[in-house]
């Protein structure tokens, strides 16, 4: 089945660039999504990228994708404390029914 | 998170009660699904619906129900509540087709004790 991985943690100082990463195992994979998730809240979508597509930049959010190495990641510029939260990668099915979640990546931003 | 109501949003439940997560979406969207999110773990897919009448399962759909009766609403029923249970649960809908964006309730946070 699929799969979606992402390291648990990653700590930034304030003004730093951050870059999460990660990594899915299904090939037929069409769309890619970032989400994040602030302390006792849902889940909001950042951003999403097309299977067909290398690179989607979308004001300080950089999404690149290696379609090849089925390697996704996020880059957060100028990163501020309130970008400190829980982010989620996820990938849905060709048949577009089915989100998969990766873990999660904590990111604490220090001032 | 428009448009996408859960109730309740905090619950503590007895092992073996049962109870009825509510789900309800304003944007005729075709597509709902519960999903469950436990530490570390990411969002697990529960069952999910592409239209009224029609239902299917996730990843992890033993111990709840659904159904889809009208196009607005989406219950999660657990029947005999296990401490297993005990997550933060999301509803979520959207058009179907790929590419769509989904959105998410608030979240449900259950207790079994």
């Known amino acids: 089945g699929e799969d979606v991985e992402q390291s648990l943690f990653l700590s930034v100082r304030e003004g730093d660039s951050s870059v999460i990463n990660c990594t899915y195992t299904d090939s037929s994979s069409t769309y890619l999504y970032w989400y994040k998730q602030e302390p006792g809240a849902g889940l909001q979508l950042l951003t999403y990228i097309f299977s067909n597509m290398d690179m989607k930049q979308d004001q300080r959010l950089t999404v690149l994708l290696n379609k090849k190495d089925k390697h996704l990641s996020l880059r957060i510029a100028d990163t501020q404390t309130g970008d400190s939260a829980i982010y989620f990668c996820a990938e849905s099915s060709a048949a577009g029914n089915k989100l998969t979640f990766g873990g999660g990546t904590r990111v604490l931003v220090k001032p | 998170n428009a448009g996408v109501t859960q109730t309740p949003k905090f619950q503590v439940l007895k092992t073996g009660q049962s109870m009825t997560l509510q789900c309800a979406q304003d944007?005729?969207?075709?597509?709902m699904s519960w999903y469950r999110q436990d530490p570390g773990m990411g969002l697990r897919l529960i069952h999910y619906?592409?239209?009224?009448?029609?239902?299917d399962q996730g990843e992890v759909p033993n111990g709840y129900n659904v159904s889809r009766s009208t196009t607005e609403d989406f219950p999660l029923r657990l029947l005999s509540a296990a401490p297993s249970q005990t997550s933060v649960y999301f509803c979520?809908?959207?058009?179907?087709?790929?590419?769509?964006?989904?959105?998410f309730g608030e979240g449900s946070w259950l207790t079994v004790v």
């Open positions: 979520a809908s959207r058009l179907t087709g790929v590419g769509n964006t989904i959105y």
């Open positions: 619906s592409v239209g009224a009448g029609i239902t």
């Open positions: 944007m005729n969207h075709e597509y």
